[in-house]
């Protein structure tokens, strides 16, 4: 579970995340949908831990991911994370690429953490790239090869920064295809996602965000649907 | 004919040029070694730290690759004797050398670590990485692909640079064949052969960076 309670975070003097309450549950999927700046993402490096917070606190499982005693690299183990740039490591094959980390952060075997990036690349549909550098592929592949490398550390909860911005429209349909697969798979996520639709297909609660705070949060039907709130629907409105 | 002072060039000869080859291929690699460690060290904090610490450094670099190698290598063995702890010509040689070659070397390699966008050490954080994994798994090796060609050429100059060596006593080469040239008075012959030596090593190393870096360009 992921319990976050309270958390202010700012930039100098910027506010930019102005008390966010939000839980997570096992195999839960929540969607974060909201303006450009309105804190989606820092929210997200907040959870794990790439960046700091001022006030409040995260729990996954229990740990407190800002607590000076916490090991955040051991943390990081638990939350995989997606970015809108797919960042495949260029020096490395696909098939390097998803078993590097399982390798020397977990310490597996080198047999095992081939065998394991081997089937979650073959999961997501790259079974026929092993041997490619990433570079040759197209930015929906690289995107794949992205998820399946943080599937391969076998993280309890996945995070996903508005995956498919970045991409050629005619792409992102093979990476929602690939996230919807997950959701089959009940694996936890939290989507930042501007894909409407998507959110309201997969998700279990969405979140809107506003200048720093969760202005309406519930099931799509409602938020998605049939929003309350006249900043929603001002929002859905400019994107739908 | 009268007695002559001088000796032609012969096959006794060759051990003494052999010593001199030895001794710049010895000195050269010493300096390529040392000035890409210590080159990869101080890249490495300038791409990495604030303006002020890089203009620190940067003005030390300055002064090492500005000032002329042979000043360098008169002022610090003559300085080193001064104080009284003179250095063998081939340590205060490697020495200065390596300096120098890392003064330029670090330029190159802090333009790799610059290359580097900064979400691939986000991206490997992510997937739970540490600092120093992130370092030599994901900073080190993209940073580097790109600067070979560049890295050899540095060390290219610095075996050419090596010749500089001889005039703090270093058995180097080319001090070797001046030696030779004022015993025998064959200067043409023996220029051209340490010529053609210099030429042997540099031209296929040149090649094979410029066949690295058409490859990299595909
Ligand atoms: N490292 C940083 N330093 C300073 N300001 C930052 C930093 N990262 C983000 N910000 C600022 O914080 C605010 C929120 O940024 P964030 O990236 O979380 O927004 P977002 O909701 O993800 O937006 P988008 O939809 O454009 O991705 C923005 O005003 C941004 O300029
Ligand atoms: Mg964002």
Known sequence: ?240 | MGLSLFTPLSWNDAGFILTGIWNTVIISLVAILVGTLLGLIVGFIRSASNQLVNALLGSILDVLRSVPLIIQLILFSTYVGAIGHPLPPFAAGSIILSLYAMAFMSEVFRGGFNSVPPSMPLAARALGMNAWQTIIYIRLPIGLRTVFPSWLGVALSVIKDSALVSVIGYMELLRTSEQLISRTQQPLEILIGVGIFYFLISYPLSLYGKHIERKMAL
């Open chain 1, 1 to 240: 579970m992921i319990q976050i309670k309270n958390v202010h975070k700012s930039f100098d003097d910027l506010a930019v995340l102005k008390g966010i309450n939000l839980t997570v549950n096992k195999g839960e999927a929540l969607s974060i949908i909201g303006g450009s700046g309105s804190g989606k993402s820092t929210l997200l490096y907040c959870i794990n831990a790439i960046e700091s917070i001022q006030q409040g606190q995260i729990l996954v499982d229990d740990i407190d991911v800002h607590a000076s005693h916490t090991n955040q690299d051991k943390l990081r183990q638990k939350l995989g994370m997606v970015f809108q740039q797919w960042n495949a490591f260029p020096h490395l094959t696909v098939l390097e690429n998803a078993a590097l980390a399982p390798r020397i952060v977990k310490k597996m075997r080198k047999e095992e953490a081939i065998e394991i990036a081997k089937k979650e690349l073959i999961h997501v549909g790259l079974g026929d790239k092993l041997d490619m550098y990433p570079t040759k592929m197209s930015g929906g592949q690289q995107q794949r090869l992205a998820i399946a490398r943080a599937l391969a550390m076998r993280p309890d909860y996945m995070l996903f920064d508005e995956i498919t911005s970045a991409l050629d429209p005619e792409l992102v349909g093979e990476v929602l295809d690939t996230l919807r697969m997950l959701r089959d798979d009940g694996i936890t996520m939290i989507c930042v996602t501007h894909e409407i639709a998507f959110a309201r297909e997969v998700s279990d609660t969405v979140a809107y965000f506003h200048q720093g705070v969760i202005e309406e949060i519930g099931p799509p039907e409602q938020v998605i649907s049939n929003p309350q709130k006249q900043t929603t629907q001002h929002f859905l409105r400019k994107v739908l």
